[in-house]
């Protein structure tokens, strides 16, 4: 793909962004320099920035080329900080990383306006201001139906039983000893926004899109330990997982899901054991399907000859239909993209180069392509996807654009590898109706006004 920038075109800068951005003569330069001047560029360009970050410049701050000086001279090189001149903590003063105090407004959040029932609750993921496709596990989202537990490992008890020659009980020692494997998945939440089915236009990614995560997560294939408790694959086609939570959270997971080994039973995420938060010490990796199946602080698991028909998959997480009736056992995220920056809340603060980034995502599969329009759906791009591209994974795209300074309107579209393209909101619509709360995988749209603010909008 290929674009062109006018050279009266001014770079640009979005508010509260983490991007940097060079323009089209500085990218002529970066072509033709040598690899010493290239990495004195960006050094240079990144300190004039976080100079004018400094003095609260609200502009783009001027370029510095490489073989250029300020003719005053640059402060933040010439005055030594005094971390260049002291003795820095020891290791011994934060045993346990921690983030920056300058990145302490990146955190979950709560919505003021979903309503809460004893210990229930939600936060969302900061998406607007991630990079890649790993959640830390810190900032990862949350959903609890009767708030979260830091639970003694080791008196935590899996109980296999059902349909299986040898009902067992396994300690985490015992499943800790076992062959494990690692993967990386996206978890979201059937109810990941929601809110926008009623068009309740929430201000950022972060709430309409924020009940969203993915992580490397470790365990042992659910597969494996029932076969070792002999379970019988003719009569047991569907597993009833239960967490050990006060909600007493149980699903009921196909078999053929379990069969081809995806569905784990997993106690580290992120290189590390699982937070308290995530389900600490064991939950159920369910890929590609809604988070509420991915049973945390799991307990049991009953093979049976059909489905459980438990309370939060008969009454809640299914979807009513136009004619009426409630579509059930709906477990599988939909192809879905959304634009994270630039984004609601977030201002273009002058016309200019941008690079459009987002996030993709399938519960069948891979992603095969994103395309983005700046047009409110008009014309479509075809974004660059960032690699690697997995399996039941999130994907990071990235599209250039030179804003006129002129209102538009950004969109994504995700394509998976079954060939499935990501809904308008008037296609899922006339499918579904307009009483759904779950499972909504429409095209997001954000509006960009001439003053350069990002809003969420509706288009259909």
């Known amino acids: 793909m290929s674009f062109e920038i006018s050279p009266d075109v001014a770079l640009g800068q979005t508010r509260k962004a983490p991007e940097n951005f060079i323009g089209r003569n500085d990218v002529a330069f970066v072509n033709r320099a040598s690899e010493p001047e290239r990495r004195l560029f960006f050094k240079r360009t990144l300190i004039a920035a976080a100079s004018a970050a400094a003095a609260g410049a609200v502009g783009m701050p001027s370029l510095v080329r490489a ?76 959903r609890h139906h009767q708030g979260w537990w830091d639970i003694d490992p080791r008196q935590h008890r899996l109980m296999i039983n059902g349909l299986v020659n040898k009902p067992m009980v396994f300690t985490l020692d015992d499943l800790l000893r076992m062959e494990s494997v690692s993967r990386i998945h996206f978890i979201e939440c059937g109810a990941n926004t929601g809110m926008e089915w009623g068009n309740v236009a929430v201000p950022t990614v972060q709430y309409t899109h924020g009940m969203l995560s993915c992580s490397e997560f470790t365990g042992v294939p659910l597969i494996k330990v029932l076969e070792y408790c002999g379970v019988d694959l003719k009569k047991g ?22 069969e081809s080994g995806e569905v784990l039973l997993a106690y580290g995420q992120n290189g590390e054991m699982l937070r308290p938060e995530n389900g600490y010490p064991l939950r159920l990796v369910v890929p590609g399907v809604q988070g509420v199946s991915w049973v945390k602080y799991l307990r049991r698991i009953e093979v049976g000859d059909q489905p459980y028909a438990t309370k939060d998959e008969t009454i809640h ?16 995220q ?61 994907t990071r795209f990235n599209l250039p654009w030179v804003w006129d300074g002129k209102p538009a309107i950004i969109q994504s579209r995700a394509i998976d590898t079954t060939s499935y393209v990501q809904p308008s ?29 990002v809003h969420n909008v509706h288009v259909g």
Not at 237 to 247: I, K, M, P, Q, Y
Not at 439 to 451: L, R, T, V
């Open 67 to 142: 073989n250029t000086l300020p003719t005053d001279g640059d402060p933040a090189i010439l005055n030594l900080p005094e971390h260049t001149t002291g003795l820095g903590l020891p290791v011994a003063a934060n045993p346990y990383g921690q983030p920056s105090k300058f990145e302490s407004n990146l955190q979950r959040r709560e919505s003021p306006g979903l309503t809460r029932v004893s210990q229930a609750s939600v936060s969302f993921c900061p998406l607007q201001s991630l990079f890649g496709i790993i959640t830390p596990s810190g900032l990862h989202f949350e």
């Open 237 to 258: 086609r569907f597993v009833l997982a239960e967490g050990g939570d006060g909600s007493s959270m149980t699903r009921t997971i196909p078999m053929e899901l379990i």
């Open 317 to 332: 997480y299914v979807d009513m239909m136009p004619d009426g009736l409630h579509r059930q056992y709906t477990s599988i």
């Open 334 to 394: 939909e192809c879905k993209s959304v634009v994270t920056s630039p984004s609601g809340g977030q201002a273009l603060l002058n016309k200019g180069f941008y690079n459009i980034t987002g996030l993709a995502w399938s519960g069948r599969g891979s992603i095969k392509a994103v395309d983005v329009s700046v047009d409110g759906g008009k014309n479509w791009k075809p974004a660059r996807l960032e690699g690697p591209v997995q399996y039941k994974a999130l």
């Open 425 to 453: 909101y008037r296609t899922l619509r006339e499918v579904r109706g307009s009483k759904s709360i779950y499972h909504n995988n429409a095209i997001q749209s954000w509006a960009i006004h001439a003053d350069g603010t």
